[in-house]
C-alpha cells in the first residue's frame, strides 16, 4: 500500500524522507514531490508530499508520530 505523507514546507518533507530513509533501509530514501492543488493560483502554497511504499501496520504508528512532529498528515494513496 502507499502512503503520501503530505508536508506545507519541503524542509520537513525532506528531513521525514531521509529520516525514513534510515529507519526502514530496504525501501530506500522516499520520494519528496511538490504537489500543487487543482486550481490554485498561488504556487507558493503547493504541498510537499514524501511518497512512501511497503509499509507494513506497526511501521505506520511510528510513522505518524513523526509526521507529526513535522507538522503534516499522512493519506492513503
Known amino acids: 500500500m502507499r502512503q503520501l505523507l503530505v508536508f506545507a514546507e519541503r524542509d520537513d518533507a525532506e528531513g521525514v524522507a531521509e529520516t525514513l530513509g534510515e529507519w526502514f533501509p530496504a525501501l530506500g530514501v522516499p ?19 514524501v511518497v512512501v511504499e511497503g509499509l507494513d501496520a506497526s511501521a505506520l504508528a511510528k ?3 513523526l509526521v507529526e512532529r513535522h507538522g503534516g498528515w499522512w493519506e492513503a494513496g
Open 31 to 49: 520520494r519528496v514531490v511538490r504537489e500543487t492543488l487543482a486550481g490554485e493560483d498561488d504556487a507558493a502554497d503547493a504541498q510537499w508530499l
Open 63 to 65: 510513522v505518524d508520530e
